[in-house]
């Protein structure tokens, strides 16, 4: 009997392999009775300096609770710098997706298609959201909730893990441990193929424990709870008098106590009993000698600073003047579109290295190369000159792709022949004479035209038949009649017989400085033209066209 043997193991490109048994469970769930659960410290409260120091140390030596839950409390307490990191999640997670394919071949853009259909979810951008919380703590890890079926293998969930639950091998620093291992009470394990998206987002170079935001902003942070506390204080106690007590040498203990007592309540409630030996004495003075912003600005400054290490500049987040005059608002652009496309390529690097891979091996087989997702803002691209260069381009003979040039513009595809745009039939003008440019028939050729119209001058005045010039030689793509040579003969020496007529409005102009005082004196001019050439000339030319017509077949 031949035994069945099984199915080569999938191995992910890192070299770990794919098990179902662990695809198949939530490995990283909270439990209570577990180093998985739900309730946190809170280190920010009372936070000292030295406290501080002594928390980042023992996130460096590999005890990084603390460090994770003052992170979460900073992003709770502190309203900027929330603001800021929620605007640099937001911008990455939403930058437009792609897909790109391994090669040109139909299994790798089969691959491609099966990733961009899965991609297409509505929950995907407050999945990418929750990834990203590695920026403010340098690392965040996503598990993969698989739903197997009998025909595909997909995600039914990315899942934000607390990063409370996972520490760094004590010695390398770089590969990240679940806490406890699958039950939470154990030792530190690896963590399997395929069921964790580990995004690490350093700020700086280094170990990821210390190349998160929080760690960089943890000492602002405190500095300027210290700001805001004194603040606070100030504001409580600002032109409250300050009101002292007296009594006597021998007063008893019990009466000292009532009369500590009462300057208490005259602070709150204005009224106060005590014994009529002691004295009570009022100082009309503000509290306190400091000016009234310097807690102001020692938060505005630390704000400032918190803007700078977060988004790499102040302009969309506070309202300062700033030394650059108009170019410092994209002088600031430029470095938020920088930190975004790093963001970007960034994310996209942790999804093509421990999500793509699994998913296409579990449902299409392994391959020797995968697609790839990216995550990028296009360049901006001047849509008008691409067209204009295209169209010169295709006069020039140059084959270009209709449909990519549209898909670049921005423009839907028609949905039909009915619906589809098309080039605006050009409209010819009407009543245009047989020759002309735009009408029907072919351009006249004037010289010849000129000379067919003497010829037949010369007829109509006794000339004999054989000095007519024969038109037919002349232009033989048309057949031309009688009147069609009179009318291009009329139109041949056009110019002798307009110049005399001209010439004293040639003077004219030539006596003017300006439009204004050319039409005011035209009407002085007119009187002069000379208009018998081509008055004579115009009598002729109907002369011969009535003979012509006369002449021509079917006319009596």
């Known amino acids: 009997m031949v035994m069945a043997s099984k199915p080569p193991a999938l191995v992910l490109p890192d070299g770990r392999p794919l098990t179902r048994e662990n695809l198949g469970v939530e490995i990283a769930r909270p439990t209570r009775a577990s180093v998985r659960t739900i309730q946190s410290g809170h280190p920010a409260q009372g936070l000292t300096p030295q406290r501080l120091a002594g928390l980042l140390r023992a996130a460096e030596d590999g005890d990084a609770v603390a460090y994770y839950e003052l992170a979460e409390e900073m992003e709770e307490k502190d309203l900027h710098y929330l603001a800021l990191l929620r605007t640099r999640k937001l911008a990455a997670a939403q930058l437009p997706m792609e897909v790109e394919a391994a ?289 010169k381009l295709v006069s020039m003979g140059v084959k270009i792709d209709g449909e990519e040039l549209r898909e670049r513009a921005g423009l839907p595809a028609a949905r039909s022949d009915e619906t589809a745009l098309k080039p605006a039939s050009q409209s010819m003008p009407e009543n245009l004479p047989v020759g002309a440019s735009g009408g029907q028939g072919a351009p006249v050729d004037a010289p010849k035209a000129a000379k067919a119209f003497l010829g037949l001058l010369k007829a109509g005045n006794g000339a004999s038949q054989s000095d007519i010039p024969a038109l037919q030689s002349q232009e033989p793509e048309r057949e031309a009649d009688a009147l069609s040579r009179t009318t291009d003969e009329a139109l041949g020496d056009w110019e002798e017989l307009i110049r005399p007529a001209v010439g004293s409005i040639e003077s004219l102009i030539g006596e003017c400085d300006t439009i204004g005082e050319l039409q005011s004196r035209l009407v002085e001019v007119m009187a002069d033209m000379d208009v018998s050439a081509f008055t004579e000339e115009l009598a002729r030319g109907l002369f011969a066209a009535r003979v012509a017509g006369l002449a021509a077949p079917g006319q009596g």
């Open 103 to 391: 090669d040109s071949s139909e299994q790798a853009k089969g691959d491609a298609q099966f990733l961009k259909d899965w991609l297409d979810r509505d929950v995907l951008q407050a999945e990418l959201f929750d990834i990203l919380d590695a920026i403010g703590k340098g690392v965040s890890a996503t598990e993969i909730l698989w739903n197997l079926t009998s025909k595909t293998w997909l995600p039914k969930a990315l899942k934000w893990r607390d990063p409370r639950w996972f520490e760094f091998d004590r010695e390398t620093g770089d590969e990240l441990l679940l806490r406890g291992g699958p039950e939470g009470v154990g030792p530190a394990t690896p963590l399997p193929a395929g069921k964790f998206i580990v995004h690490f987002h350093p700020s700086k170079s280094g170990l990821p424990i210390r190349s998160g935001l929080a760690r960089i902003a943890a000492w602002g942070y405190m500095f300027k709870n210290f700001a805001i506390k004194d603040w606070v204080t100030f504001l409580e106690r600002y032109g409250h008098p300050i009101r002292i007590g007296k009594y006597g040498p021998n007063e008893s203990e019990e009466n000292k106590a009532i009369l500590y007592r009462a300057l208490w309540e005259l602070g709150t409630d204005a009224a106060a009993a005590f014994p009529e030996t002691m004295n009570v004495e009022f100082v009309d003075r503000k509290a306190g000698t400091a000016p009234n912003d310097l807690w102001k600005s020692h938060a505005e400054y630390i704000d400032l600073q918190l803007s700078k290490a977060v988004l790499g500049q102040t302009s969309t987040t506070d309202a300062t003047a700033g030394g650059l005059g108009s170019g410092q608002a994209d002088s600031h652009g430029r470095v938020a579109d920088t930190i975004e496309r790093h963001d970007g390529k960034v994310l996209a690097s942790t999804l093509n290295r421990d999500f793509v891979p699994a998913l296409i091996m579990l449902n299409r087989g392994p391959r020797e190369k995968y697609p790839r997702i990216k995550i990028e803002r296009p360049d901006a691209e001047d849509i008008k000159v691409t067209v204009e260069t295209a169209e």
